[in-house]
């Protein structure tokens, strides 16, 4: 089975600093990759995704990823942090279940302070 | 596009009695997903519909039920509520395919289910 761990339970940054986030994966096959971010009280929201070509993966809000396939990861980086970037930031993989059925399969989540 | 809704936001049921959560997917996407995310267990996959099918089911109980219609709304169900069952429960749509877009999926705010 496809899986993702986050090693970090909490990141804490301070505003301007560059930021990472860690997610490593496990998975047989090309893997899918995504990060999704949620603010209190709210879904999900897509940042970025892997899926081929490029290692650098640029998303939405500043954010970007790093594909490594030799150290099986995909870290989430932010050259400079903001306050409001604060958040649950979770790292999924895309499990395939066949006849063209798929679910995400996501890792713990970790929680992003950025301190002013 | 208007986004995922889900309806309602919050519900605060009884143990024993049963609840029907409902979601609207993006208009257009076609596949939803469902997952319930609890502090302690984070994010499961419960199931995912398609045209109107059942295509991928996780691992929880046969009290916890979904279908779709016509118009790719869903709704789930979960009978005999338990006390463990009070959870973030997040519907998601795709658009499925290889174009843009079509390989992450999209959630709705949630609903707050409390089972007292």
């Known amino acids: 089975a496809q899986s993702v761990a986050q090693p970090e339970d909490q990141v804490n940054v301070a505003e301007g600093n560059p930021l990472t986030v860690k997610c490593t994966y496990s998975v047989s096959g090309n893997p899918y990759l995504f990060w999704y971010v949620q603010y209190p009280n709210r879904g999900l929201q897509f940042l970025l995704k892997?899926?081929?070509?490029?290692?650098l993966v640029k998303g939405s809000y500043g954010f970007e990823a790093e594909f490594n396939k030799s150290q099986t990861s995909f870290h989430l980086k932010k050259p400079s942090a903001l306050v409001s970037d604060s958040a649950l930031y979770f790292c999924a993989v895309r499990d395939v279940k066949g006849a063209g059925s798929y679910q995400l399969t996501f890792g713990k989540g970790t929680k992003l302070s950025v301190i002013p | 596009k208007a986004g995922v809704t889900q309806t309602p936001r919050y519900l605060i049921k009884t143990r024993g009695q049963q609840v029907t959560l409902s979601c609207s997917p993006i208009s257009g996407h076609r596949s939803v997903s469902w997952y319930q995310q609890t502090p302690g267990q984070g994010l499961q996959f419960l199931f995912e519909?398609?045209?109107?099918?059942?295509?991928n089911k996780g691992n929880f109980p046969g009290r916890f039920s979904g279908r779709q219609f016509s118009n790719s709304r869903s709704e789930m169900n979960v009978s005999t509520l338990e006390l463990g069952d009070s959870a973030l429960y997040l519907c998601?749509?795709?658009?499925?395919?290889?174009?843009?877009?079509?390989?992450?999926?999209?959630f709705g705010p949630g609903t707050r289910l409390t089972v007292t």
């Open positions: 519909y398609f045209s109107e099918t059942q295509r």
């Open positions: 892997y899926i081929t070509g490029d290692n």
């Open positions: 998601a749509s795709s658009l499925l395919g290889t174009g843009v877009g079509s390989y992450e999926q999209y």
